[in-house]
């Protein structure tokens, strides 16, 4: 019985230092849920099974926040920024109320304060590295934000050590381990949601098809698993999830790679959705107009002999982003799940259903994005690995920073480069 019992706290996430962890911190009830289904939806379908309840509730309101998700695509670059900050606020604000509640926190002097303000400095630094990398021009118009741009760092710094001064300040004795414990919470918060959404925002700037794509991605693998283990789900796939099956996560795989390689197509013959997100200094708006890149030009490529007999083709005319498309549906069906699996581990482990019930039938937005942000990190990497490569214009921003003396010195070592290549007396004889 004692072998059983200990069994059963292991899978319900708790062990013998979890216990001792609830008693030193006053203990982390499970946080009671209720029906946070509109009255509205209630009425609808009051006549239904609760299975096939949730199944509806979960299917209207995700096809309202599709809806949304293309309305703020259609407004553009800076809306699409906001959203992605309010966001990332919401979840910041859930997991911090989630350590607030379970662990009793409500005496501790500060730390809601310092919590809120920790995410300023986070935020000041992350998006003043943006404003400086991408809006260099304007930055350097302004003279309030030429000094802000050139002594940025040293702010930020300055505004967190003053946060970690008066948490030091803040330290009484009877609440010690507590402070630490939720000043490290804080950071790891800091750390899973400010850093991952300061990547959705530089997605963003090579190109809204590198924050559409990736993002459907997810959506499509999220509703398609849920789809193939609602009707054909038998086996469980991990402990952590139970309603997780191998149909819903291997059928959500075949359904997101066909739905991105599609959703490629359609959107690299666009330049609205290809073209890097620039600030146009002339209008002081964002501009998304180039000419497309290599990756958004139709190419013709040779089918495998394998699949030659099987489709009847010899060559399929596509776009090589599509083949990058590949990858990133991949990321989001194998790997992407593992975030929402985290996640699930983490409620599991302070006994909370969702992070909080601010949509119906979904839980809190973090219920939401917690996949999200795991593929915002594989796509800003996946960039930097196999697509962007050294940026002309901001090298020129750098270089005319520089000193006269500085200036000349790179001139005079460019042009011996080119002329020891041959290419600048070339240019001189056309």
């Excluded at 006053?26 to 009051?46: C, F, I, M, Y």
């Excluded at 590198?210 to 038998?234: E, K, L």
């Amino acid at each position: 019985n004692l072998q059983e019992s200990e069994s059963e706290n292991k899978l319900d996430g708790e062990t013998a230092s979890d216990s001792e962890s609830k008693s030193e911190f006053g203990g982390s009830p499970p946080v009671p849920t209720s029906d946070d289904t509109p009255e509205v939806l209630n009425r609808a379908l009051s006549n239904l099974s609760s299975r096939w309840k949730n199944w509806w509730v979960r299917g209207i309101l995700t096809l309202a926040m599709i809806t949304f998700f293309f309305i703020i695509i259609y407004l553009g670059p800076m809306v699409l920024m906001t959203i992605v900050m309010c966001v990332q606020i919401k979840c910041f604000h859930e997991i911090i109320t989630i350590g607030y509640n379970v662990y009793h926190s409500y005496d501790l002097p500060w730390f809601r304060t310092l919590s809120w303000y920790f995410l300023l400095c986070v935020n000041y630094f992350f998006y003043g590295e943006t404003v400086t990398d991408y809006f260099f021009t304007l930055v350097q118009r302004e003279e309030p934000l030429r000094i802000l741009s050139k002594y940025h760092r040293f702010i930020s710094f300055a505004l967190y050590l003053t946060g970690f001064c008066m948490f030091v300040l803040s330290l009484v004795k009877k609440h010690y381990r507590l402070q630490f414990y939720m000043f490290g919470w804080t950071h790891v918060t800091l750390l899973i949601v400010v850093t991952q959404s300061h990547l959705i925002i530089h997605n963003l700037f090579e190109g809204m098809i590198w924050f559409i794509v990736p993002i459907s991605c997810v959506i499509c693998n999220d509703i398609m698993a849920y789809m193939f283990g609602f009707f054909f789900g038998r086996t469980p796939l991990i402990k952590l999830s139970p309603k997780k099956t191998w149909e819903g996560f291997i059928g959500g795989f075949f359904a997101t790679v066909l739905f991105g390689l599609l959703l490629s197509y359609v959107m690299s013959g666009y330049r609205c959705f290809t073209c890097p997100v620039e600030f146009n200094n002339d209008t002081n708006s964002f501009t998304v107009d180039c000419e497309p890149s290599e990756l958004f030009q139709l190419q013709e490529y040779n089918i495998p002999l394998v699949l030659q007999s099987v489709v009847g083709w010899k060559t399929v005319r596509m776009y090589p982003f599509q083949i990058h498309s590949i990858a990133l549906s991949t990321f989001a069906s194998l790997i992407g799940p593992f975030g929402g699996f985290f996640a699930s581990g983490f409620k599991r482990a302070f006994k909370i259903k969702d992070f909080a019930n601010t949509i119906p039938g979904h839980g809190g937005i973090m219920d939401r994005f917690d996949c999200q942000y795991l593929m915002a990190t594989f796509v800003n990497v996946y960039i930097a690995s196999f697509i962007r490569g050294p940026n002309p214009s901001k090298l020129i921003q750098q270089f005319l920073t520089l000193r006269p003396d500085q200036q000349l010195h790179i001139f005079n070592t460019l042009k011996a480069h080119l002329l020891d290549k041959g290419m600048l007396g070339g240019l001189e004889d056309a």
